[in-house]
């Protein structure tokens, strides 16, 4: 006959159990404040990656490296918004009034075939009006004024959370490996070290891209003669910060401004954007993400999917550094056991 549980072995197994349920409980209700953590670890890998590389090629202290590193990017954001910012401005405007007659445009050629037309009588006639009637207007606009603060306010903490944690990396290194006994201190920092590489792997990968979806987008669609090149260009690099979905999303107003020349822009810039994204996907990528971790494009999918239902907007955009740094975490404390474990086995039946 087996001996029963103590009452103390119950007790620690029940708190054991409550004290997970309240973390996940929390975690749920309070994901974006996660999410606010992450952005902060992952803005300041990029400045730590950034100052590393700077103090080994100038041969500078880590501390006057980010210094540079702080101060260069807030000059190039500075000068990038002085010299750029009143032509993007003037071509945001443009775009505003352009993307709601391309839309006119677009109603009219699907009017042209029979299932088009059921289609547009379902739709409300005057959909403007229906907005400036809604008797919640008032609320909605102060509702969107308080979101753009709110999403201000947290763009500051992270800053200010990234910089301190590129501050001193070495003592939030030290302090959660301390959290593990030590015969799990060793594994873990390897760890924490393999997660840092991939996720500065991925942003560098990130931006290389971005910049040559950029480069590449603005110079064909100026060849092309469309109008409001520059911004369509910014749209199509900062919307491939998210894998598959992103591109997608920078066609449409690129189609949308297309349609106002004439159907064969909107078909010439289909295929551009799509050329871009082949060349991008087969050729850039594959060679500036050969040293990390392969994101299964089915998995990847439906994590965005799944973030992006979550928390909205922030949870799409950090998707993918979120499924690499667990991807890498997974491998590394379960799959990696299972493999070891397994192969003793393997080899007595090798034996037998």
Known sequence: MKP???????????????????LLAI?????????????????????HAISVWIAKKLKLRYSWALVITLVSIALVLTGFFLIAGPSVSKQLDEISS????????????????????????????????????????????????????????????????????????????????????????KAVSNLIRQVYQTLATWL?????????????????????????AFILALIAAGCTFIPYIG?????????????????????????????????????ITP???????ELPPALALFWQVLMGILAGAIGLLLASPILAALLIIIQETYIRKIEYSSKPRDKEEAAV
Do not use: C
């Open 204 to 228: 560098a990968a990130k931006f290389g891209s971005m910049l040559v979806v950029g480069l590449a987008t603005g110079i064909g669609l100026a060849l092309l003669g469309v109008p409001l």
């Open 247 to 283: 591109p997608y999303l920078a066609l449409v107003p690129a189609v949308l401004v297309g349609l106002l020349e004439s159907q064969q822009m909107a078909l010439y810039i289909v295929i551009l954007y799509f050329s871009i994204q082949i060349i991008e996907s087969y050729f």
């Open 4 to 22: 029963k549980p103590s009452l103390s072995i119950l007790f620690q197994y029940s708190l054991l159990v409550f004290v997970t349920g309240g």
């Open 27 to 47: 975690f749920v209700w309070q994901f974006n404040f996660f999410l606010l953590i992450f952005s902060s670890i992952l803005l300041s890998i990029l400045f």
């Open 98 to 185: 352009t993307l709601p007659k391309s839309i006119d445009q677009l109603k009219k050629a699907i009017q042209s075939h029979p299932v088009g037309k059921k289609l547009i009588k379902e739709l409300p006639k005057d959909p403007g009006k229906a907005v400036t009637e809604n008797k919640d207007l008032l609320t909605k606009a102060a509702s969107y004024v308080g979101s753009f603060l709110g999403v201000l306010g947290n763009m500051l903490i992270v800053l200010i959370a990234a910089i301190f944690l590129a501050a001193s990396p070495t003592n939030y290194f030290n302090g959660l490996v301390r959290l593990f006994p030590d015969n799990k201190k």
């Open 287 to 293: 060679i500036i993400e050969k040293k990390m971790v």
